[in-house]
């Protein structure tokens, strides 16, 4: 062989060590999901603007492809850029879907931190997020994006204030949704003493009956306690992750929504882990909760 001819072979062989990583490297990098940060959606019932953020899956550009969905709520102090910012959401769910753990699925994040924080609807019935989450924003995803909007590609996470929402919209709504996944969760679950002394902010002209019939809809032992068997069947068939740290000062509420599942056989997974209410427990808990929805979007 001609040295000449070695020469170009090597070279040949050198090119393609070199580029074919790099190309490879690309395609993998290309498949990624996409996140927007700031999406707004028009509000009649709350009348404003309303911001979310949302992650679209890898392919979701190049397909005609419906996907399911989670939402996933922030913390109070946050807002709908939480876990994009400090959550690592695109990262995550890439890696997740990448090694083959979770399903492809849209991941929507609202922001409940503008004019009022908060997931519910207040006491007298004049601001009501809740009636916005579930009447404005879950029909405006599903006409949006391509979304299945059937119940089993529904699931619901989130972390402390919206840990809690979690909660409650599983509780309230058990019809809409597959999976529910509180983490940190602020639970709500005291008795009704102990919830009027929480109330700092509570308006003067409310009613002690406006004030009970509130309560009764955050409390998971009084929603529970007064659910027809229908309503209870349904909260059984909801798919439940409730995790939280050992050093978390929301550890005993957690704990207690554990006993009143136990009592009440509801099915549940309850894990305690080491960490407290910070990031690096949420960031390390995200991509369990993405396994775990993906089992009830998935048939084995």
């Given at each position: 062989m001609q040295p000449v001819l070695k020469i170009l072979i090597h070279m040949k062989r050198f090119l393609i060590f070199i580029v074919l990583p790099f190309f490879t490297f690309?395609?993998?990098?290309?498949?990624g999901g996409l996140v927007y940060e700031t999406k707004t959606v028009k509000s009649d019932i709350l009348k404003m603007e309303r911001k979310y953020a949302i992650y679209l899956p890898p392919g979701y550009n190049e397909s005609d492809q419906a996907y399911p969905v989670l939402y996933l709520l922030h913390g109070s102090g946050d807002d709908h850029t939480?876990?994009?910012?400090?959550?690592?959401?695109?990262?995550?769910?890439?890696?997740?879907?990448?090694e083959g753990k979770c399903a492809r699925?849209?991941?929507?994040?609202p922001d409940a931190n503008t004019g009022r924080r908060g997931y519910f609807n207040d006491m007298r019935g004049d601001y009501k997020y809740e009636d916005f989450f579930f009447d404005e924003l879950?029909?405006?995803?599903?006409k949006?994006?391509?979304?299945?909007?059937?119940?089993?590609?529904?699931?619901?996470?989130?972390l402390s204030m919206g840990g809690g929402g979690t909660i409650f919209y599983a509780l309230h709504r058990p019809d809409l949704f597959a999976a529910a996944a509180p983490l940190s969760a602020s639970t709500g679950n005291w008795d009704y003493e102990q919830f009027k002394s929480r109330q700092r902010n509570t308006p003067a002209d409310v009613t002690e009956a406006q004030l009970e019939a509130y309560y009764k809809?955050?409390?998971?032992?009084?929603?529970?306690?007064?659910?027809?068997k229908e309503e209870l069947d349904k909260i059984k068939q909801i798919r439940w992750y409730v995790s939280c740290g050992d050093d978390d000062f929301l550890y005993e509420g957690n704990s207690l929504m554990h006993i009143a599942f136990r009592k009440n056989e509801?099915?549940?997974?309850?894990?305690?882990?080491?960490?407290?209410?910070?990031w690096t427990y949420w960031r390390m808990e995200l991509p369990l909760v993405l396994e775990f929805v993906s089992k009830s979007f998935t048939q084995f």
């Open positions: 690309s395609i993998v990098r290309a498949q939480g876990w994009v910012q400090f959550g690592q959401v695109q990262h995550i769910a890439d890696l997740t879907i990448a699925m849209i991941i929507v994040m879950i029909p405006h995803i599903e949006t994006y391509r979304v299945r909007s059937e119940r089993r590609y529904r699931a619901i996470s989130g809809l955050q409390s998971i032992n009084e929603i529970i306690k007064n659910a027809t509801i099915p549940h997974e309850f894990r305690i882990k080491d960490g407290g209410h910070t």
